[in-house]
């Protein structure tokens, strides 16, 4: 659920309490800070099970063993495990995260829109440069793909339509 409010100078916010705050951006390329996978625990539905199995090359109950555990307040739910740094599929590769089981991850991930909305996507692009520095796109991007999709999506947004 949505609720619009317009401000006195006319401007309409959204506030989004599924998402505890109010929306004034819309999706954004993913920055591969990693943030979101070290704040969350996904769920994991039984169905999703094996299909993340096969995506690993394990038996069902390997994974259960090793990558889950039993959601505490949901059953028939299960969560992914977390180790020190987050997610037990997050991984870093020179400063930029990635996810093992990106090709078949849980729909809470593939549900996750990075968004300047996110407190999380705003303190990963905060930690891309010391404080009251400008950045650079190439300095937030490291691949020529990630830089096209982050200055297509931050375009967007100012100029309030997709091309």
């Not at 992914?80 to 997610?87: I, K, P, V």
Request: hydrophobic share 30%.
């Amino acid at each position: 659920m949505w609720v619009r409010l317009i401000t006195c100078d006319g401007k309409e916010l959204q506030y989004r309490p599924d998402l505890g705050g109010f929306e004034q951006w819309g999706e954004i390329a993913c920055l591969r800070c990693g943030i979101c996978c070290t704040r969350w625990q996904p769920e994991v539905a039984a169905e999703e099970v094996h299909r993340m199995a096969r995506g690993l090359g394990v038996s069902p109950q390997e994974f259960r063993q090793n990558y889950i555990d039993e959601h505490p307040y949901k059953p028939g739910l299960f969560l992914l495990r977390r180790n020190a740094s987050g997610c037990v599929f997050l991984r870093y590769d020179q400063g930029q995260a990635s996810c093992v089981v990106h090709p078949f991850r849980p729909e809470a991930c593939r549900q996750w829109t990075p968004s300047l909305f996110r407190p999380e996507c705003r303190e990963g692009l905060n930690r891309k440069a010391p404080p009251d520095h400008l950045l650079l796109p190439d300095q937030v991007c490291t691949s020529p793909e990630d830089l096209s999709a982050l200055c297509h999506s931050l375009t967007t947004q100012a100029t309030g339509r997709s091309s």
